[in-house]
């Protein structure tokens, strides 16, 4: 099969192709969103994303505004490019 696709050295002297990691690179990621530690929402972001600014999208968002109605936030707990968990009370 290998000399059928035209090369004519051994299989056994090639090389094996070198990775390129930038073309592996993620450019966004989706976030899930807890409140209390429930499932709320996911969101997607682009990688790196600030805490600031992941926890206004998340308030901005409705499953989750719907969740924080009346309450307020205690705790934020951002891991990056991971999870967002919000504690209220």
Same mark, same amino acid.
């Not at 989750?64 to 490019?81: E, G, T």
């Given at each position: 099969?290998? &000399? =059928?696709?035209?090369?004519? $050295? !051994?299989?056994? /002297?090639?090389?094996?192709?070198? *990775?390129?990691?930038?073309?592996?690179? @993620?450019?966004?990621? &989706? =976030?899930?969103?807890?409140? $209390? !530690?429930?499932? /709320?929402?996911?969101?997607?972001? *682009?990688?790196?994303?600030?805490?600031? @600014?992941?926890?206004?999208?998340?308030?901005?968002?409705?499953?989750?505004?719907?969740?924080?109605?009346?309450?307020?936030?205690?705790?934020?707990?951002?891991?990056?490019?991971?999870?967002?968990?919000?504690?209220?009370?």
């Amino acid at each position: 099969m290998w &000399e =059928i696709l035209g090369h004519s $050295n !051994g299989l056994w /002297r090639v090389s094996w192709p070198a *990775a390129n990691a930038e073309l592996a690179k @993620e450019y966004d990621v &989706e =976030i899930p969103v807890q409140i $209390n !530690g429930k499932l /709320r929402s996911k969101l997607k972001v *682009a990688t790196g994303i600030s805490q600031d @600014e992941i926890v206004k999208l998340a308030k901005a968002d409705a499953a989750v505004a719907a969740h924080l109605d009346s309450k307020r936030i205690i705790k934020i707990i951002y891991v990056p490019n991971k999870l967002l968990n919000l504690v209220v009370a």
